[in-house]
């Protein structure tokens, strides 16, 4: 009595099971922070840092606005810190106000204000370090009731929320931070201005065709030749 053959996957359907694999191979392969956000900057004072006023994006580039966030602070007089490594642009006073900004390796501005800067133009700084004082609260102060930090984030033109940059908000796709030379992608609300680059497309391969989804037929290995099972007649032709 011959043992009972065991069912072979149609050739059809090898293709399609290969195709499955190579899919479930590649999302195991995903790293954790291409799912997660992940912070660029730091946040310049100590916890606990609330947000009081988020930041609003203008009309047009004069229209009204919040250009920053509002960081609660727990008492007067806190240290303020670089958000991020870079150079000391401006270390002075605006409109009655302390202010302190800082330029970046890939042309990102933070700005830092009520704070009476310790810092002199030019002085290079590392990430976490001390860039001056919280000024005491009066009524040139941004915040009239609380005491807080106006943070601020500007690359060129174009205001951007800081709460993307500190991973509050989303992914930080827009965060590359490899080095000068790399312009990053703009994040999230900005006010007008250039356009920033597109998200980057994967050019399909050589002999692709276009807007295919997965590669033809002929490009995948053929399955092995099909052999008798056990208790298969064999024909002989003379």
Do not use: N
């Not at 694999?21 to 004072?45: K, T, Y």
């Not at 000391?88 to 042309?107: Q, Y």
């Not at 310790?118 to 005491?136: I, N, P, R, S, Y």
Request: charged fraction near 15%.
């Amino acid at each position: 009595m011959s043992a009972p053959s065991v069912p072979c996957p149609s050739v059809r359907s090898l293709p399609a099971l290969l195709m499955c694999c190579m899919a479930l191979a590649a999302l195991l392969a995903l790293p954790a922070s291409a799912h997660a956000g992940e912070a660029r900057w730091q946040w310049p004072v100590p916890a606990p840092h609330p947000v009081l006023r988020a930041f609003e994006e203008p009309e047009h580039p004069y229209g009204p606005g919040h250009r920053g966030i509002d960081i609660g602070v727990t008492g007067e007089g806190a240290q303020v810190r670089a958000v991020e490594a870079g150079t000391v642009r401006f270390s002075g006073t605006v409109a009655g106000r302390g202010v302190v900004s800082v330029t970046h390796a890939d042309g990102l501005l933070s700005t830092y204000e009520p704070v009476s800067g310790t810092v002199e133009v030019g002085t290079a700084v590392l990430a976490g370090e001390v860039l001056g004082t919280l000024e005491q609260r009066s009524e040139l102060a941004h915040c009239a009731e609380e005491t807080c930090l106006h943070l601020g984030a500007r690359r060129g033109k174009d205001y951007l929320d800081p709460q993307l940059l500190l991973g509050l908000r989303g992914p930080s796709v827009l965060l590359p931070w490899d080095g000068p030379g790399e312009r990053a992608p703009r994040t999230g609300a900005a006010r007008p201005g250039p356009s920033a680059p597109g998200e980057a497309v994967r050019a399909p391969a050589p002999g692709a065709a276009a807007g295919s989804a997965a590669p033809e037929a002929s490009a995948l290995p053929r399955p092995p030749p099909m052999r008798p099972g056990r208790g298969a007649l064999i024909a002989l032709v003379g």
